[in-house]
């Protein structure tokens, strides 16, 4: 079992950064990979980045390859999305997920166990 919380989200001007953070519960953390989804009202919950168990292996939709940072931090049990020259079509409450899973991260939604709560992401232009 693993609960997730994700943090950091807010009101940012179009070119700007945002660091997403979240956090973590149990002693396993690092059997699992780690992601970050996004979703509009309205639309369907779209893939953003993946991290494999051990941060060796990252993923990233087209969208914002270039543009985010995924990482995690094992001994701290945070996985982190590090935001770069933001668009307003990042607009989104951005959620964290979990996958039990050791190897090359997954961008499908149904693979993922967990989730957080999401937390909101305003860009504006």
């Known amino acids: 079992q693993v609960h997730l919380v994700e943090s950091g989200g807010g009101l940012v001007q179009a070119g700007g950064s945002l660091r997403l953070s979240c956090a973590a519960s149990?002693?396993?953390?690092?059997?699992?990979?780690m992601g970050w989804f996004r979703q509009v009202p309205g639309k369907e919950r779209e893939f953003v980045a993946a991290?494999?168990?051990?941060?060796?292996?990252?993923y990233y939709a087209d969208s914002v390859k270039g543009r985010f940072t995924i990482s995690r931090d094992n001994a701290k049990n945070f996985v982190y999305l590090q935001m770069d020259s933001l668009k307003p079509e990042d607009t989104a409450v951005y959620y964290c997920?979990?996958?039990?899973?050791?190897?090359?991260?997954?961008?499908?939604?149904?693979?993922?166990?967990?989730w957080g709560q999401g937390t909101q992401v305003t860009v504006s232009s």
């Open positions: 997920a979990a996958e039990p899973r050791i190897g090359r991260p997954r961008p499908s939604i149904s693979a993922y166990d967990y």
């Open positions: 149990g002693r396993t953390f690092d059997n699992y990979a």
């Open positions: 991290i494999s168990s051990s941060g060796a292996i990252t």
